[in-house]
């Protein structure tokens, strides 16, 4: 693979990136806020924080190295399957694209002249994408999807652990509850940018969620409160 990152590529390693850090930003802030609940203790609510911080960042990177590295294993595995079949019944594959171009709506003739030209150009990345729904040369590479994760999980973690440490304990809490509701509104949107989805509930569900996991561990804190 060319140490190039295509396009593709680059926007798989956007999206781990943006996921780390609001996996990190909602992750601490559940811890943080939980402790806070607990107890006052400064040190305590930091090094809580530092220890989710550290467990968060090592789990997102091997999650995501072990995600994307399954995910090209079955994609080589689909490449190498398609070989074959192009080798023994190159018809039958030409026929299965030009029939889903069919089933689209597309006139019967010009999906056959479409499928002509493609399969005459490209066989092998043309019945991939259409079969598979990816493109032979997009693999995400596992190592920088980890990396992405190692390094934004820690940064998206900061916002959290710096609120809730640095700020006047009387607001700690609440101010650190909106810090993060709207460090959330801004990695749902980018999510959705990256995938090209509605920015609007993907900010909502993204706050909804930030804000159920702190109010539910502020809550479990308080229990223990001493």
Not at 56 to 63: F, Q, R, V
Not at 116 to 143: C, I, N, Q, W
């Amino acid at each position: 693979m060319s140490k190039k990152l295509s396009l593709a590529q680059k926007i798989n390693v956007m999206r781990a990136s943006v996921m780390g850090a609001n996996d990190g930003i909602l992750s601490v802030a559940g811890i943080v806020i939980g402790v806070a609940g607990a107890t006052s203790n400064s040190f305590a609510i930091f090094i809580s924080g530092i220890a989710g911080m550290i467990a968060g960042t090592i789990s997102m990177a091997m999650g995501e190295y072990v995600s994307v590295s399954t995910q090209k294993d079955a994609q080589e595995m689909a490449i190498i399957n398609t070989k074959l079949n192009l080798n023994s019944n190159y018809a039958s594959q030409m026929a299965f694209v030009r029939q889903k171009y069919v089933n689209t709506g597309i006139d019967p003739e010009l999906a056959n002249r479409a499928t002509h030209e493609m399969m005459t150009a490209d066989p092998l990345t043309t019945v991939v994408r259409e079969k598979y729904g990816f493109v032979p040369t997009a693999f995400t590479s596992p190592y920088a999807a980890a990396v992405a994760s190692f390094i934004s999980f820690p940064i998206g973690s900061i916002l959290p652990l710096a609120a809730i440490t640095l700020l006047p304990q009387t607001i700690r809490v609440q101010a650190t509850i909106i810090a993060v509701m709207i460090a959330l509104a801004l990695t749902g949107y980018s999510a959705a940018a990256l995938g090209k989805a509605n920015r609007s509930k993907a900010m909502l569900r993204n706050v909804i969620s930030g804000l159920l996991t702190m109010v539910v561990t502020y809550a479990i804190g308080t229990l223990f409160k001493q």
